[in-house]
């Protein structure tokens, strides 16, 4: 019954977003724009310094493209569904978040659920440039790949989904978290774009073990580039790329068992 | 009183300290933005270390700059982004969106000057956090500091760029006063700064047919004239040079603000606000 | 059955003490002291369905906080709850099909699209059938007169139009509770005539149980006759409206316009001089104790006077002295 009824909400949900970004067409478009800047200069830059300086740790520009489309391909496709979940702080800072409580719905998915400007855009950028990537950077498209590119950056998503929903969560305790979001936003999207073999090993350790970035698209990238020794660096399997799916299951486990907790306070404290 | 033709106020600069001031103020609230800022600081700084390091190590360097000279770049780069990254006039923007800008064309006070000084009031507040963000670049990054003549024409650079950089501010803010939705414009223009003026990268970096091009445009004015005259990649014989274009932007960015504040304004005063 | 019972309801928030100070910054860090602070403190009601009643109290009273763990956002200290036969907070979502809620100061309604998505959106969430969301639509439409504005984006509303969108909206799925938050405030006075109409049409017809907050008291007067009075987490009074008026309101002023200015040693025996001016003087007196006729006479015995009116108490006036007094059962003789 309640997952006939969700399914239902994620529809309306889904179909207002559209007519949302319909009614703001100039602004879409503005912001589609950004997007394509946004990634644009971040591949742009790889390509100027790279050209000067061909090699990164192993990596040439053709593989340093794979490894950022496929942070792009996870990256979008989390946007595209749980950035909603970012907006959860400003719920619980304004009185919205008591409105979902109030409703016969889990609170966690009526946030993910809340209608506003969402558009699959970026995700259709990603899409392509991945496709793009893939077929400069030479990289071998067998069985595997098509199987396991898929899961990795369905992985991927969750992984990102993990810190958003922590970060989400800490609202709970400290009403303002932009700063805390920002430096973490700053270590996820700048820190995956290189190699992570460039990094000292404590960091190394940190984007492995603690927040699994590397696993986004760092790792699954070494593995179909045939770079194992990125990973037998770590004391990993040279395939440890391909348990990206779970460990973003693992990831986001973790970040909804630290939600539930919080929720648990909120309704106890107050705020 | 017939006859009598009302005499414009003698100009008086102490209502525009008072806005500076609580400009400053109000930014000193913020106070996560100190965390943000020097945390953000140390993030991308050593990020860029381990970038130039892991680069250095492994490829001839293209140009005659050492790792240690491309690292303070980047540390200097960001060092300027910390108080050159804020929307100064935002001021602006935010009346113009609840209203509070007719307001302001009743008082007394010429407005565009008080955005200025708003916009300093937050300035020299984040230049305040600039101070720990120096220590930790000296110390823990040991950036190289160049003897004094070069460090003053950075200085002078500097303020030229920042300039050049408030007048670009002040018309993406002055956009405003046509479509309301301007943070996405900003943005854009946002990173389109930091790749175009060398803010990340050094533009000696980029390829030589782009070099031509994006030299002569306003971002390198702001960010890499300064930033090559600190690492010594423009000699003093060329200060002149690079320094009157820079206040050729400052002319040309000038009398477009001018001009689309004048536009701006009576468009307010004529729909009301 | 009672469908909202309470027993010894009771809700105690723990708050860090923070000294003031860089001094206080740093001993929290080596030690913290708690205090308690109780918001709701042994609370007990009951309701039987359909009723309307009003629930008073001054800011801070713990009037938000009852409302919080009624409909299940927060979770009490102790004490028992129950609601249509539910614990709030041990079955939310449940609960939350039973009740409607109306927040005067926030809207539920999406900003952006026009006010039939909103509606739809609502449909789907609270899983209404569709022929009885049909039905509903047409009666609130009717009632509210919504149909002028159902396509409007709802950004562009005004008010009381959105008002009656967010009625309508809590209504949607036939709520057996609706707890309403200041429902009025801000609107004009047509507007709150046309919101009153509804509320106690919807009690009356579909047996409704209203809970209704709010500071304007006309509201109450128009449509509860039953009224809660909380002050400090405390229940002290709960009862009729009119009770209270009789009860309480024994406190009567006389306004007396006089022919000459007024001396400064005006008095008359029983009555007390609250105010005066040039020309006019107010007094109070307790209805209990004198009458007004009496009063009015021994003014015209000693004074001259050339009009007289009589102020009653209006439930504000008795509710803001019981806050500021406190209630007690029975009161006898003239408050000070």
Known sequence: MQTRRMANVYRQYWRINILTTLEYRENFLIWFLFTFIYHGTAIASLWIILAQFPSMNGWSFRDMAFLYALWMVAH??????????????????????????????DTLFQAIATPGQVFPDEL????????????????????????????????????????????????????????????????EQEFTHYPLSIYSRAVQVLLTFVFPFAF?????AAYFLH??????????????????????????AVAYAFWRFGLNRYQGVGH | MTGTVPRRPRFRIQPYIEFAKKAMAREGTYRFDVFTTVGSFVVRLYLLRMVWTALYAHNAAPVDLSRHEIITYSAVALLMGIVMDIDQTRALHDKLHDGSIATDFMKPIIVPLYFFADGT??????????????????????????????????????????????????????????????SAVQLIVTWLTDLLGGELIPLILFPAFLQQFIYALPFAAMFSTPLLIYVRQIPPARYLEVMGLQVAWIVVLGIVSTVMWRAGARRVVVQGG | MPIIEAIDLRKVFRRIVRQPGIGGAIGALFSREYEDKVAVDDVSFSLAEGELVGYLGPNGAGKSTTIKMLTGILVPTSGV????????????????????????????????????????????????????????????????????????PVRQLSLGERMRGDFAAAM?????????????????????????????????????TVILT?????????????????????????????????????????VVTTVDPVPDDFAVPGAEVESREPYVVRLGFDRRTLTAEALIRRVLERYAISDVSIIEPDIDTIVRRIYLEGYQQNAVGAPS
């Open chain 1, 216 to 220: 986004m698209n760092y790792f699954p």
């Open chain 2, 121 to 182: 009031g937050e300035v020299l507040f984040h230049a305040a956090l600039l101070i720990p963000s120096i220590l930790i670049a000296l110390l823990i990054f040991n950036i190289i500091v160049p003897p004094p003549m070069v460090l003053a024409a950075f200085f002078v650079s500097f303020l030229l760029g920042y300039l050049v950089g408030f007048f670009l501010n002040f018309i993406l803010n002055c956009t405003a006063f046509w479509t309301l939705e301007i």
């Open chain 1, 227 to 252: 770079k194992p020794e990125d990973a037998h660096a770590l004391a990993l399997p040279a395939a440890a790329g391909l348990l990206s799916p779970l460990i973003g299951v693992v990831f986001v």
């Open chain 1, 124 to 187: 259709i950028l990603a899409l392509l440039t991945f496709v793009a990537a893939t077929i400069y950077s030479g990289v071998h498209v067998d069985w595997t790949f098509v199987v396991f590119i898929p899961l990795i950056v369905a992985g991927g998503a969750l992984i990102d989904l993990g810190l958003n929903l922590i970060i989400s969560t800490a609202a709970f305790w400290f009403v303002k978290v932009d700063a805390l979001r920002w430096i973490f936003v700053q270590l």
């Open chain 1, 76 to 105: 979008a496709l989390h946007n595209t569904f749980f950035s909603t979940v970012a907006e959860i702080p400003d719920h619980i800072r304004d009185g919205e978040f008591d409105r979902l409580l109030v409703r016969p719905l």
């Open chain 3, 81 to 152: 709850l129950r609601v249509a036969g539910l614990v709030p907070y041990q079955r939310r979502q449940e609960n939350a099909q039973n009740i409607g809620v109306v927040f005067g100061q926030r809207s539920q309604l999406y900003w952006d699209l026009p006010l039939r998505e909103s509606f739809e959106l609502l449909r789907s969430i609270y899983d209404v059938p569709l022929n009885r969301y049909q039905e509903n639509m047409r009666h609130f439409a009717e009632i509210l007169d919504l149909e002028r504005f159902l396509d409007t």
């Open chain 3, 172 to 208: 949607l799925h036939d709520p057996k509770i609706v707890y309403l938050d200041e429902p009025t405030i801000g609107l004009d006075v047509v507007a709150k005539e046309a919101i009153r109409v509804f509320i106690a049409q919807i009690n009356r017809e579909r047996g409704t």
């Open chain 3, 214 to 254: 709010t500071h304007d008291l006309a509201d109450v007067e128009r449509l509860t006759p039953r009224i809660v009075l909380i002050d400090h987490g405390k229940v002290i009074y709960d009862g009729a409206l009119e009770r209270l008026r009789t009860e309480y309101g024994t406190h009567r002023v006389l």
